[in-house]
């Protein structure tokens, strides 16, 4: 299992979000920053961001 902690990229964030792959944390990610962030497109620096901080759990 992997996941993100969204606090690593906006701060004050307590969102997690976790997958089998890393793609399925990507799209687990995105679908996160459109609900709490308002974001309808997840720009190329922050899916760099995120997937860097993708952990093992």
């Known amino acids: 299992m992997k996941q993100f902690a ?3 990229v906006v701060d004050g964030c307590d ?3 976790t997958g089998e792959t890393d793609d ?3 799209a687990a990610a995105a679908k996160h920053a459109a609900e709490a962030h ?3 497109e997840v720009p190329d ?3 760099a961001a995120i997937k ?3 952990t093992e759990v």
Do not use: R, Y
């Open 6 to 8: 969204c606090g690593t």
């Open 15 to 17: 969102g997690v979000v």
């Open 24 to 26: 399925e944390v990507l």
């Open 38 to 40: 308002g974001m309808s």
């Open 45 to 47: 620096d922050v899916v």
């Open 52 to 54: 860097a901080g993708i």
